[in-house]
């Protein structure tokens, strides 16, 4: 379910959610008032439909671990989703979560794959694009809008 600020961000929307469901800013208020089953679920049916949207236009999740950053990109016309990333190795100090994406192409640039490997993937993407960005972001996944960076990765591998 969406925060108190969230929903604060989203009040308009909100109003027009209520009025096209029929339901009048008196008949909120007495919803409010008086039956809080109610309103939890009205709140929860808006929260999902402003998240199923966000997921529907989601093209790009990434994810950052100590040893690992990926890039998924949602290839909603090929029905795919591609991974492009980078790994570490076990003997290396690095921790991708203290280090610039910039940084890390600067050191696969300068050639030193030895600490630093370049990994790519697809899958087919799942008929349920939104339950499967909700899992990724479940286990610490975010959305992004750095295609750029992807763009700049896939050049790296040599696929443009």
Request: hydrophobic content about 35%; some cysteine; glycine content about 4%.
């Amino acid at each position: 379910m969406l925060t108190q600020s969230e929903l604060k961000s989203l009040e308009k929307d909100f109003i027009y959610y209520l009025a096209s469901h029929g339901i009048s800013a008196d008949r909120w208020q007495e919803i409010q008032e008086g039956h809080p089953d109610q309103e939890r679920r009205k709140l929860i049916e808006f929260s999902d439909l402003v998240l199923q949207r966000a997921y529907s236009k989601c093209r790009l999740v990434e994810e950052v671990s100590t040893n690992g950053w990926l890039f998924y990109f949602f290839d909603d016309d090929k029905g795919q989703i591609d991974l492009i990333g980078f790994v570490a190795s076990e003997e290396s100090n690095l921790d991708f979560r203290n280090v610039s994406k910039n940084e890390i192409l600067n050191y696969i640039q300068n050639e030193n794959d030895a600490v630093i490997s370049i990994i790519r993937a697809s899958k087919p993407q799942q008929p349920d694009k939104a339950n499967e960005i909700h899992l990724m972001l479940e286990r610490g996944a975010f959305i992004s809008r750095d295609l750029e960076m992807f763009d700049k990765i896939k050049k790296l591998t040599g696929d443009v």
